[in-house]
């Protein structure tokens, strides 16, 4: 946040799939949440949707002063809301988007967005080395979440908050998940953080430069300027990539110690071993045959797996445990990948040396499910039919693959489908 667990999380976000702007910020949209039981939908088809989504309003204001927001502050800031019916559209159509990770990497790490990465940490260099020294995230990490999630601060959005929230909580498919982040940011208002105009960011929710959801906001956002406000929403920066420093710190970053690294594969390695699944200490790489890029054994930085986003015909990663804190933000491998990358070259670091399988095209959401549907038939279990690549399904494509004497590297290609048909 991704896909190997539907994607996530941190902020309440998932990725796959994305929209990706030329040189802007990566679109997600927030996780599933399952409605609680006893819960009524209240937006039936018979009734327009701005009759409705007014009753609505009226009918959760009760609800949201029963969580604590005052009647003032309820009232302010839903008089003038109208449903946005094309958040909701937004947000139906999100599965049918998809896009592969080499795609995605030549727009997330383009030349364009490094050279942007590289201005920015020499613009805001005592900012990020008093975030870097306070928090212990470095400067470049917390520069790359920016670039990916803002483009700098260029694109943070601008379609208003409250409005996205209550319209997706009335009418959209993961109702209980947006009450949730209505609520959150009711007391953000109350707070006082920001107002009304000024809480504007993506159509599912994210705000500011470093795209936070109201919840997560709530929970990690800090007044780095000391100025009284958690203000992720202005020109100044400072709020919001310090608060995105704290988030990477409560879940468990190390200083030091690299998200992950390409590395080479001897001919001979068992390709059973790749997997997030399984941890194991440098030593076991190298004995192995795994190296860098330069020949030299893998650094001891504590438990790291390998990892193949595209199957054995595209790069290799060996990754470690600060990968897993980047999945927090985000859970989806392309995103992780994208940061740590991006952070990488605006250090000074090469681009990714090996080729992608480029003449594969992606799985179409209901293509996923049809290899889904096609390996549990087949006898390979992949915990569910649901579009998601994850884990699960990752392991029942190694088996498959494995069956029928292709290289087991867990890649859900097109040609795996065709082969289950």
């Given at each position: 946040?991704?896909?190997?667990?539907?994607?996530?999380?941190?902020?309440?976000?998932?990725?796959?799939?994305?929209?990706?702007?030329?040189?802007g910020?990566?679109?997600r949209?927030?996780?599933?949440?399952?409605?609680?039981?006893?819960?009524?939908?209240?937006?039936?088809?018979?009734?327009?949707?701005?009759?409705?989504f007014?009753?609505?309003?009226?009918?959760?204001?009760?609800?949201?002063?029963?969580?604590?927001?005052?009647?003032?502050?309820?009232?302010?800031?839903m008089?003038?809301?109208?449903?946005?019916?094309k958040?909701?559209?937004?947000?139906?159509?999100?599965?049918?988007?998809?896009?592969?990770?080499?795609?995605?990497?030549d727009?997330?790490?383009?030349?364009?967005?490094?050279s942007?990465g590289?201005?920015?940490?020499?613009e805001?260099?005592?900012l990020?080395?008093?975030?870097?020294?306070?928090?212990?995230?470095?400067?470049?990490v917390?520069?790359?979440?920016?670039?990916?999630?803002?483009?700098?601060?260029?694109?943070?959005?601008?379609?208003?908050?409250?409005?996205?929230?209550?319209?997706?909580?009335?009418?959209?498919?993961?109702?209980?998940?947006?009450?949730?982040q209505?609520?959150?940011?009711?007391?953000?208002?109350?707070?006082?953080?920001?107002?009304?105009?000024?809480m504007a960011?993506?159509?599912?929710g994210?705000?500011?430069?470093t795209?936070f959801?109201?919840?997560?906001?709530?929970?990690?956002?800090?007044?780095?300027?000391?100025?009284?406000?958690?203000?992720?929403?202005?020109?100044?920066?400072?709020?919001?990539?310090?608060?995105?420093?704290?988030y990477?710190?409560?879940?468990?970053?190390?200083?030091?110690?690299?998200?992950?690294?390409?590395?080479?594969l001897?001919?001979?390695?068992?390709?059973a071993?790749?997997?997030?699944r399984?941890?194991?200490?440098?030593?076991?790489w190298?004995?192995?045959?795994?190296?860098?890029?330069?020949g030299?054994?893998?650094?001891d930085?504590?438990?790291?797996s390998?990892?193949?986003?595209?199957g054995?015909?595209g790069?290799?990663?060996?990754?470690?445990?600060?990968?897993?804190?980047?999945?927090?933000?985000?859970t989806?491998?392309?995103?992780?990948?994208?940061?740590?990358?991006?952070?990488?070259?605006?250090?000074?670091?090469a681009?990714?040396?090996?080729?992608?399988?480029?003449?594969?095209?992606?799985?179409?959401?209901?293509?996923?499910?049809?290899?889904?549907?096609?390996?549990?038939?087949?006898?390979?279990?992949?915990?569910?039919?649901?579009?998601?690549?994850?884990?699960?399904?990752?392991?029942?494509?190694?088996?498959?693959?494995?069956?029928?004497?292709?290289?087991?590297?867990?890649?859900?290609?097109?040609?795996?489908?065709?082969?289950?048909?």
């Amino acid at each position: 946040m991704r896909v190997r667990a539907a994607a996530i999380v941190a902020l309440g976000l998932s990725v796959f799939p994305w929209f990706v702007s030329a040189q802007g910020a990566v679109e997600r949209s927030p996780v599933p949440e399952v409605r609680p039981e006893g819960v009524v939908v209240t937006a039936a088809s018979n009734v327009p949707a701005d009759v409705g989504f007014r009753a609505w309003v009226d009918a959760f204001r009760k609800r949201a002063l029963a969580q604590g927001i005052s009647a003032d502050v309820y009232d302010a800031a839903m008089a003038g809301v109208a449903y946005n019916a094309k958040v909701v559209r937004l947000d139906s159509r999100q599965a049918e988007f998809t896009k592969q990770i080499w795609d995605y990497l030549d727009t997330a790490v383009s030349d364009l967005r490094v050279s942007n990465g590289r201005a920015a940490v020499e613009e805001h260099a005592d900012l990020l080395a008093e975030i870097e020294a306070r928090y212990g995230v470095e400067k470049e990490v917390v520069a790359a979440i920016w670039g990916l999630e803002s483009a700098y601060g260029t694109f943070r959005g601008d379609v208003p908050i409250v409005g996205a929230m209550a319209s997706l909580a009335y009418d959209g498919r993961r109702a209980a998940f947006f009450e949730e982040q209505l609520i959150a940011a009711l007391r953000i208002l109350q707070d006082g953080d920001t107002g009304v105009s000024d809480m504007a960011g993506s159509w599912a929710g994210a705000m500011g430069h470093t795209q936070f959801m109201p919840g997560s906001y709530r929970a990690h956002a800090v007044d780095f300027t000391g100025d009284g406000r958690r203000d992720i929403w202005g020109d100044d920066p400072s709020d919001a990539l310090a608060s995105t420093a704290v988030y990477l710190q409560h879940h468990g970053w190390t200083k030091g110690q690299p998200w992950g690294m390409e590395v080479e594969l001897p001919e001979d390695f068992d390709y059973a071993l790749t997997s997030e699944r399984i941890k194991k200490p440098a030593a076991f790489w190298n004995a192995r045959g795994v190296r860098d890029l330069e020949g030299a054994e893998i650094p001891d930085h504590g438990p790291a797996s390998i990892l193949l986003p595209a199957g054995h015909r595209g790069a290799a990663f060996v990754i470690f445990e600060n990968f897993h804190v980047l999945e927090r933000y985000n859970t989806a491998d392309a995103y992780v990948i994208g940061v740590g990358h991006l952070a990488d070259r605006i250090a000074g670091g090469a681009p990714i040396r090996a080729g992608w399988p480029r003449g594969d095209r992606a799985l179409s959401f209901d293509e996923k499910r049809e290899l889904q549907r096609r390996l549990l038939v087949a006898g390979f279990d992949p915990d569910g039919v649901d579009g998601i690549i994850g884990p699960n399904t990752i392991a029942a494509v190694k088996a498959y693959q494995a069956s029928v004497g292709l290289v087991p590297d867990g890649y859900a290609s097109l040609d795996v489908l065709k082969r289950l048909r």
